[in-house]
């Protein structure tokens, strides 16, 4: 017996004239996630999609769908010759496996060969005799059953599929466009990226790293985010800005209450140089409004100004928790709260300014040599593919003693 998935697009299917360049793009990202089962044949039609497993596991390919943007739901497809002996056999058999005692079912029969012996009602009731017969308990229900069992006579074979699984909605990552993501290591940016993911962005990470006050740990930390958020974005490039410097040049020159608007202000620079550079459309942060003093709307004011590229922020208007609840979901959440310092927490003055002036941030940064500072920063940014299989755990000092 031959089995299929057949892959449903939901919100995909409203999208008209792009839907093409969508279910192309799906196509590729489905391919890519079940790379390392080549005999599986992906089919993409107008409505749905369908893929020929070839022998691959049927469980293992399942479970790589599951994250994949664009999805809307799938369901094991069994693929049955024109005798309902062997429908029925098919259907024993897969009844078997979800446990059917004490459940209740039906059949949905629909007939595309109208010139097949048996109408739907013949087949509907066959079948469901058979299942009456075969399993003490079960019941027939008609409105929401527990397992509906669909079967579709086509031409050239019967169909026979029992479960639908539901898939991760969202729109295919890169069909609307690329976006430069600031990652750090908390729990904000982490969920902004999956959401970005989410709404179909290819998503290009930036993380700004201040060594030696922030530790090689903090960095691996981000890293380790970064494979995580992989399992939906397909592979990611991880791009590390070296921040040092301009951090200790803004330490000298800024007032202590306006470092962190005048520091963030120069990772924007930064991060829209880089986003120039890789034909990126927007920048992307994890801020949430009134969470901390660099997040209120003045504070907005005073570091968006440097840029008029667009600025998206998945996470800017949920509540703490329910961000967090999302970060435990795409099991962020555990690393986030890992305690390596962050470059803006090692250079965090005790009292930010939560109003911030425009006209104070941009005297203060002018004492800055703001191009050259950029302009060798950008020189040093080094970049990495992270994928969802990258491994990034740290070698335990017990570890080197052994290799020694
Ligand atoms: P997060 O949980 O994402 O770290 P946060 O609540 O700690 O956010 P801030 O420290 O104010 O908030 O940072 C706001 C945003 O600035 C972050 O969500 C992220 O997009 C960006 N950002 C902060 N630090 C870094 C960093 N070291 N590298 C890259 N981006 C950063
Ligand atoms: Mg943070």
Redesign the pocket.
């Known amino acids: 017996m031959k089995v299929r998935l057949l892959v449903r697009y939901g919100e995909l299917s409203t999208k008209g004239r792009n839907k093409k360049a969508f279910t192309q793009q799906l196509a590729k990202n489905i391919k890519k996630a079940i790379r390392q089962y080549p005999e599986v044949k992906v089919h993409p039609e107008y409505d749905f999609m369908y893929l020929d497993l070839n022998g691959a596991p049927e469980e293992e390919i399942m479970k790589l769908l599951k994250p994949i943007f664009g999805i809307q739901s799938f369901s094991p497809v069994y693929i049955v010759e024109k005798d309902m002996e062997q429908v029925k056999a098919v259907v024993l058999d897969l009844l078997k496996d979800l446990n059917p005692t004490e459940k209740n079912f039906k059949i949905t029969t629909k007939r595309s060969d109208h010139s097949f012996e048996y109408d739907t009602t013949d087949i509907n009731l066959f079948l469901g005799d058979a299942v009456l017969d075969a399993f003490p308990g079960i019941t027939v229900k008609l409105k929401q059953p527990d397992i509906n069992v669909r079967v579709d006579v086509r031409r050239e074979h019967i169909m026979v599929s029992l479960q639908t699984i539901q898939g991760a909605g969202g729109l295919p990552v890169g069909t609307s466009g690329r976006v430069n993501m ?8 982490p969920v ?1 990226t999956y959401l970005a993911l989410k709404r179909g962005m290819e998503v290009q990470l ?4 201040s060594p030696p006050y922030t530790s090689p740990d903090a960095l691996t930390k981000t890293k380790r985010l970064a494979a995580k958020l992989a399992v939906y974005g397909g592979s990611m490039q991880f791009f590390t800005v070296p921040f040092t410097e301009i951090q200790e040049q803004i330490k000298k020159s800024v007032p202590e209450n306006y470092l962190m608007t005048v520091m ?1 202000r120069m ?1 924007m620079r930064l991060t829209d140089e880089l986003r120039k550079q890789q034909g990126g459309l927007a920048i992307a ?4 409004v009134g ?2 003093a ?2 209120t709307l003045e504070s907005m004011i005073a570091i968006n100004d440097v840029t008029n590229t667009p600025v998206i922020r998945p996470v800017a208007t949920m509540d703490k928790l329910d961000i967090i609840a999302v970060a435990k979901e795409i099991d962020t959440f555990d690393i ?1 709260i890992e305690p390596f310092e ?3 927490t090692v250079f965090a003055p005790p009292s930010p300014k939560t109003r911030p002036k425009l006209e104070k941030a941009r005297e203060y940064e002018a004492r800055l040599d703001v191009e050259g500072l950029i302009e060798h920063c950008l020189a040093g940014i080094t970049v990495e593919e992270i994928t969802a299989s990258s491994n990034f755990d740290q070698v335990k000092d017990d570890d080197m003693e052994d290799l020694f």
């Open positions: 600031m990652l750090s290591g908390g729990i904000d940016s902004a930036v993380h700004f790293a963030r990772m942060t994890g801020e949430s969470q901390v660099s997040q986030s962050d470059c803006c």
